[in-house]
C-alpha cells in the first residue's frame, strides 16, 4: 500500500479506538484536509478509499474538482467565506462549515442551484473568542440559527470550532467541552442537529470522546503542508 493509503487505515483505526476508549456512540466522518494537496494527492487517497475532502481555498478548490470530476467526492468548504465568492461556493460544494454571519449564509442561499440538494451547513463558533479567527460567539449562536433554518436552499447541520491550540489535553477537552455544550443547548431548543465538526490532527480522539461527529485531518494524513509564508500568500491570492 501506498504512504497516503497506510496513513488514510492508521487515522480510521485510531477513530475507532478513541470511540472504544471513551465509549462514545455517535458515528464519525473522516474529512480529509485537502488545501495545499496537488490534485494526484487527492486521487491516492480517494482510490485508498477517502471519498470526503475539504477545502479552505476557492480557486484552488476549484482547480482540483476541475481536474478530479470523474471521482464521486464530496466536497466540503472549511475556510472563511468572503461574500464575493458565495455563488462558486454554493454552486460547487455540499457542504459549508464556516458560516458565522447571516450575510454569508443568505448569500449562499441565494444562489444555491435549484437543481442541487439544499447546501449543508455548520456554523462556526469562536471558542476563546480569538480576533484572528472567524465564527460567532457562543451567546449569538441561538439568534443566528433561527435564521439559518428560515433559509430554504440551506440545511443546518450543526456546528464547527477551531479552538486555540494547546498541547494540554486537559486544555483540549475543556475546549470540546464548550462547543459541545452549545451543541446540547440549541438541540434542547428544538434545532435538529446531528452534526459536530471538531478535532484535527492533533487533537481529534479528544474531540471524539467529546462528541465529534466529523474530525478534519490533514497533516497526519497527507504529511506537512507547504510553508506558512507560501499558505500565507494563498490567502492573500484568494482577497
Known amino acids: 500500500m501506498s504512504t497516503i493509503s497506510n496513513h488514510l487505515q492508521d487515522i480510521l483505526a ?12 455517535q458515528e464519525v466522518k473522516l474529512l480529509a484536509v485537502s488545501k495545499a494537496q496537488p490534485a494526484q494527492v487527492i486521487r491516492e487517497a480517494y482510490l485508498a478509499g477517502q471519498t470526503l475532502f475539504g477545502e479552505n481555498y476557492l480557486q484552488e478548490a476549484l482547480d482540483k474538482q476541475a481536474t478530479l470530476t470523474e471521482l464521486a467526492i464530496e466536497w466540503h468548504f472549511i475556510g472563511p467565506i468572503q461574500s464575493n465568492k458565495t455563488q462558486p461556493i454554493a454552486q460547487h460544494f455540499s457542504w459549508v462549515h464556516s458560516i458565522d454571519r447571516l450575510k454569508i449564509a443568505q448569500r449562499l442561499n441565494d444562489a444555491r442551484p435549484a437543481n442541487l440538494a ?6 462556526q463558533v469562536n471558542i476563546g473568542d480569538e480576533s484572528t479567527k472567524g465564527g460567532v460567539a457562543a451567546h449569538e ?4 440559527a433561527v435564521a439559518i433554518t ?14 486555540p491550540p494547546t498541547e494540554d489535553k486537559n486544555q483540549q477537552r475543556a475546549q470540546f467541552k464548550q462547543v459541545r455544550e452549545c451543541y446540547d443547548t440549541l438541540l434542547a431548543k428544538g434545532f435538529a442537529l446531528d452534526t459536530l465538526s471538531i478535532g484535527m490532527s ?10 465529534a461527529t ?12 507547504k510553508k506558512l509564508v507560501e499558505i500565507k500568500q494563498d490567502i492573500k491570492n484568494e482577497d
Open 141 to 144: 449562536l441561538e439568534s443566528l
Open 14 to 25: 485510531a477513530i475507532q479506538s478513541a470511540k472504544v476508549n471513551a465509549a462514545c456512540q
Open 118 to 123: 439544499p447546501l449543508q451547513v455548520c456554523i
Open 214 to 225: 466529523i474530525v478534519r485531518i490533514g497533516s497526519a494524513l497527507f504529511g506537512a503542508r
Open 202 to 211: 492533533d487533537d481529534y480522539p479528544i474531540a471524539i470522546e467529546q462528541g
Open 150 to 163: 428560515a433559509l430554504p436552499r440551506l440545511k443546518l447541520r450543526g456546528l464547527m470550532a477551531i479552538p
